[in-house]
T-cell receptor
Framework: ETGVTQSPTHLIKTRGQQVTLRCSSQ?????VSWYQQALGQGPQFIFQYYREEENGRGNFPPRFSGLQFPNYSSELNVNALELDDSALYLC???????????FGPGTRLTVL | ELKVEQNPLFLSMQEGKNYTIYCNYSTTSDRLYWYRQDPGKSLESLFVLLSNGAVKQEGRLMASLDTKARLSTLHITAAVHDLSATYFC?????????FGTGTRLTIIP
């Protein structure tokens, strides 16, 4: 059974640029959630995807957008990067009718 | 809006001692999770608590859930250095997890 994978592991961007982060869900999992974890904070829910549609969104501006593909993998896109976007971005996968979410290793984004 | 509070935020304890981390949340939920995070790493699932009165134990860690009091506890017994990490509780509601602020635990030899 393959766990949740994310790429890249680290990324450095400058303000105003755009970034795409990728997540492959655990085998068989059809639901993907994305979280942002700033340094020293708990993870904050960005949004969730199920059946290729957004299913719930946290308090993040529209420049945070996502996609889910037919194979259940997902992308997180952030436009017009700001310094405060620097964080660890975590992807979690689950089955729609199951409780537990499994987290990937994360992508560390630094915005200069 | 669901709010989750943990205390203490920082905990430094000696090996062999016992201590408890508390997680309070603001609205009704029957699903609570505990995670461990090592520096620079992702979240490792420790416990999933699904009903009032649920108690789960793994090694030196034991978690419990009181949904009426909206309180979960993570009890550490006879702490060892390997337990040093940040511990998060998370409460499920509206198809998302709301995390607490975390408790940074340091075990001193």
């Amino acid at each position: 059974e393959t766990g949740v994978t994310q790429s890249p592991t680290h990324l450095i961007k400058t303000r105003g640029q755009q970034v795409t982060l990728r997540c492959s869900s655990q085998s068989g999992h059809n639901t993907v959630s994305w979280y942002q974890q700033a340094l020293g904070q708990g993870p904050q829910f960005i949004f969730q995807y199920y059946r290729e549609e957004e299913n719930g969104r946290g308090n993040f501006p529209p420049r945070f957008s996502g996609l889910q593909f037919p194979n259940y993998s997902s992308e997180l896109n952030v436009n017009a990067l700001e310094l405060d976007d620097s964080a660890l971005y975590l992807c979690a996968s689950s089955l729609w009718d199951r409780v537990e979410q499994f987290f990937g290793p994360g992508t560390r984004l630094t915005v200069l | 809006e669901l709010k989750v509070e943990q205390n203490p935020l920082f905990l430094s304890m000696q090996e062999g001692k016992n201590y408890t981390i508390y997680c309070n949340y603001s609205t009704t939920s029957d699903r609570l999770y505990w995670y461990r995070q090592d520096p620079g790493k992702s979240l490792e699932s420790l416990f999933v608590l699904l009903s009032n009165g649920a108690v789960k134990q793994e090694g030196r860690l034991m978690a419990s859930l009181d949904t009426k009091a909206r309180l979960s506890t993570l009890h550490i017994t006879a702490a060892v250095h390997d337990l040093s990490a940040t511990y998060f509780c998370a409460v499920e509601g509206n198809e998302k997890l709301t995390f607490g602020t975390g408790t940074r635990l340091t075990i001193i030899p």
